[in-house]
Nanobody
């Protein structure tokens, strides 16, 4: 069983920054791709960013140039650095890992962008 634990969400003003973390108990992200998705209050879950085992990254158009996904293999953690946050970024953010034929999800962390 793969367990993912997110942290770092919260309330931030427009233009502010947050860094989300997603930690696992083993070296999952060293060997399997993963990333971040989000679910807005009145919308469907959507991809935010992902990262391959080789370190190649991919971003949704809405976050390109503002968000950065990264991975620390020594800490078994994937990060999402979010800058220039907008109210439209308000959502529950979930990390995930593609573990063979299965996708494992974290419990989610709330990000609210509001003045």
């Amino acid at each position: 069983q793969v367990q993912l634990v997110e942290s770092g969400g919260g309330l931030v003003q427009p233009g502010g920054s947050l860094r989300l973390s997603c930690a696992t108990s083993g070296s999952i992200f060293s060997f399997y791709p993963g990333g971040w998705s989000r679910q807005p209050p009145r919308g469907q879950r959507e991809l935010v960013a992902d990262i391959t085992v080789g370190g190649r990254t991919n971003y949704a158009d809405a976050v390109k140039g503002r968000f950065t996904i990264s991975r620390d293999n020594a800490k078994n953690t994937v990060y999402l650095q979010m800058n220039s946050l907008k109210p439209d970024d308000t959502a529950i953010y979930y990390c995930y890992v593609l573990f063979g034929s299965r996708t494992y999800w974290g419990q989610g962390t709330q990000v609210t962008v509001s003045s």
